[in-house]
């Protein structure tokens, strides 16, 4: 499935919190984020199933698809459009089979030797990074730079997001390096305004 990837939110439990996790994501699509993310590595299941149902339900009529951090069975359960897996996460194959072809499906990537074990004819797009060091993921990779992320991208066979310390300010950089888009957490989520913030990322090299 071809998904719209320019703008790509994240969710961040604790930095969603002052303002409800819901009412930041709306917030932040009217924005102009085109793909939402709910991630929480800390909530059971059993917490996640019915903030996902929620935020399902709010997005519904938006056009914005709602992805499921690494948890199949919460993406099963809460009918979530989509499944985002890291390369500890399980198979490709088994999270396909499970999710069915309609499923937006993608995987995180960061180095060229994972890429090229990429399994294309199963998944719809993936993330590349950690472009910079980020909070939010404290084991992660060596940061790539904009160099690094323009040599993956290259490579890749598939549509890609850049992610890991990213705002605004890099986003023309994102899309020069050949991404289809960026994904954030904190340059929205950490804002006291959501809508304004997205409003300020470009959607294109272009875009002023």
């Not at 997001?161 to 899309?175: D, F, K, Q, S, T």
């Not at 960026?182 to 959501?194: E, F, H, K, W, Y």
């Not at 809508?195 to 875009?207: C, N, S, V």
Request: include cysteine; glycine fraction near 10%; charge should be negative.
């Amino acid at each position: 499935m071809r998904v719209d990837l320019s703008l790509y939110l994240v969710t961040d439990p604790g930095l969603c919190e002052a303002r409800g996790l819901v009412e930041t994501v709306m917030a932040a699509v009217r924005g102009g984020v085109t793909l939402v993310q709910l991630r929480d590595k800390h909530a059971s299941d059993a917490e996640l199933v019915p903030l996902a149902r929620r935020l399902k339900a709010a997005l519904a009529g938006s056009g914005v698809p709602l992805i499921i951090n690494d948890r199949l069975e919460v993406a099963l359960a809460s009918d979530a459009d989509g499944l985002h897996i890291g390369q500890d996460d399980g198979e490709v194959a088994d999270a396909r089979a499970a999710l069915g072809p309609e499923a937006i499906l993608g995987l995180s990537v960061q180095t060229q030797e994972q890429l090229a074990r990429v399994d294309t004819g199963r998944l719809d797009y993936l993330g590349l990074g950690p472009v910079f060091a980020t909070p939010s993921k404290h084991d992660h990779a060596q940061p790539l730079g904009f160099a690094g992320l323009a040599e993956l991208v290259a490579a890749s066979p598939l549509p890609t997001v850049a992610i890991g310390g990213l705002n605004a300010e890099h986003a023309r950089e994102v899309y020069r390096a050949g991404a289809d888009g960026l994904a954030v957490i904190s340059a929205i989520c950490g804002t006291p305004d959501p809508e304004a913030a997205a409003r300020t990322f470009p959607r294109g090299p272009d875009d002023r």
